[in-house]
């Protein structure tokens, strides 16, 4: 029987990735202000989620909208002015919510492996 295209393993870890993608860009804008450029840098040199930078942008500008993240237009003595980024208050908060249901997912689905390794 063959797969339904749905179910194939590359599209369940695309899907995935894109859904961690907002996670970890908020961890990585915990370290400091920071630069959309400079955000998906540090993003593309994990070996997972594999991201490209054009797919940073509109989460930034969503994490904005949210009021999760601040953005301040500064000018850059190696090109044009850089829009930097900075977690909000509220931005911190739900970073620390969003780790917290993280972990406890993923020690979850630890212990359930553990259950079913072969």
């Not at 970890?24 to 804008?29: A, E, P």
């Not at 930078?53 to 500008?61: D, F, M, Q, R």
């Amino acid at each position: 029987m063959k797969p339904r295209k749905d179910l194939r393993p590359e599209k369940w870890t695309t899907q995935l990735r894109k859904g961690v993608l907002e996670l970890c860009v908020l961890n990585v804008i915990a370290t400091g202000r920071l630069y959309g450029y400079e955000i998906a840098k540090r993003l593309s040199a994990l070996s997972e989620p594999t991201v490209r930078e054009g797919t940073v942008y509109p989460i930034l500008s969503r994490l904005k909208q949210e009021g999760l993240l601040e953005a301040t237009i500064e000018a850059s003595s190696e090109g044009p002015p850089r829009k930097y980024f900075a977690l909000t208050a509220h931005g911190r908060r739900r970073l620390r919510h969003m780790n917290a249901a993280w972990d406890l997912l993923d020690d979850n689905l630890k212990t359930l492996r553990r259950r079913t390794a072969p």
